[in-house]
């Protein structure tokens, strides 16, 4: 029997090595096996002395590990032996845009016991931007939209974005930015402020800002790197670049 096989989801934060948890660092430095995504900065491997690191992401262009491919190699691994500890390392937040849930269910089914480490997910890039999600007086409210369906198609969440949400931060849309962009102009909203993040947090990280009509030709000037947060609403017209916290 395998009793010591587990498994840990651990949110890796949105990109800078720094920006995860106490508690994910102590997942690694206690884990048998680390499967980890494309969007996982490397130096954060290094917590995981010892452990066997399997790389899991998905690459343009190149063959990417299945869901299902993903979910077998779990149980394969966490079932070697009298168990292993497993770190299934994710960008972000394991439950944001991610398929955290489908994880520990297959794992669960197999006897494996799982345990969550939330991250900070890419949601709260902006504020590393200077752009509020909220502010008070202006918005009560915010909204997270995946602007591709599992299909590769636009999801129908933008449509109500466009129309009703004072403040949206878009995953998955910068290849969906004119479709985004035709969306809020034919509910009348060609003036609200847009704001694009590439590589947030990183090194690499850069920004820019403009406006729902102007946004497009900005980005097609630019030609930011991937992965890339969308904001649209009011607080995107504050992007400035904030000193990030160093030591
Ligand atoms: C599959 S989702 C995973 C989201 C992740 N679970 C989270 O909580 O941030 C990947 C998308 O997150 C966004 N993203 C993640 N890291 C980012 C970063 N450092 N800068 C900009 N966008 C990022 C991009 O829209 C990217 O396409």
């Known amino acids: 029997m395998a009793e010591k096989a587990r498994l840990t989801l651990v949110g890796a934060g949105p990109g800078d090595p720094e920006l995860i948890t106490l508690k994910g660092v102590k997942a690694l430095k206690a884990a048998d096996v680390v499967l980890y995504d494309a969007l996982v900065h490397p130096d954060m491997l290094e917590h995981a002395q010892g452990a066997e690191l399997i790389f899991v992401g998905k690459r343009a262009g190149k063959y990417s590990v299945t869901q299902k491919e993903i979910n077998e190699l779990i149980v394969e691994h966490a079932l070697k032996g009298d168990g292993q500890h497993i770190v299934r390392l994710k960008g972000g937040d394991p439950f944001v845009f991610a398929r955290g849930l489908e994880e520990i269910a297959y794992a669960e089914q197999y006897g494996i016991t799982g345990s969550v480490v939330i991250g900070i997910s890419s949601i709260m890039l902006p504020g590393y931007y200077g752009i509020p999600l909220t502010s008070r007086g202006i918005n009560q409210s915010f909204t997270a939209v995946t602007a591709t369906t599992a299909e590769g198609g636009l999801s129908e969440e933008v449509v109500n974005a466009a129309k009703n949400s004072p403040s949206t931060v878009f995953f998955m849309g910068s290849r969906k930015l004119d ?51 969308l904001i649209f609403g009011h607080g995107a017209a504050h992007a400035h670049a904030v000193q990030s916290y160093k030591e």
């Open 179 to 229: 479709l985004i962009v035709a969306e809020y102009q034919k509910a009348g909203r060609g003036d609200l402020p847009v704001a694009v993040i590439s590589n947030g947090s990183l090194e690499t990280g850069s920004y820019f800002k403009g406006t729902v009509d102007t946004i497009v030709g900005l980005f097609n000037e630019k030609q930011p790197e991937p992965p890339i947060l």
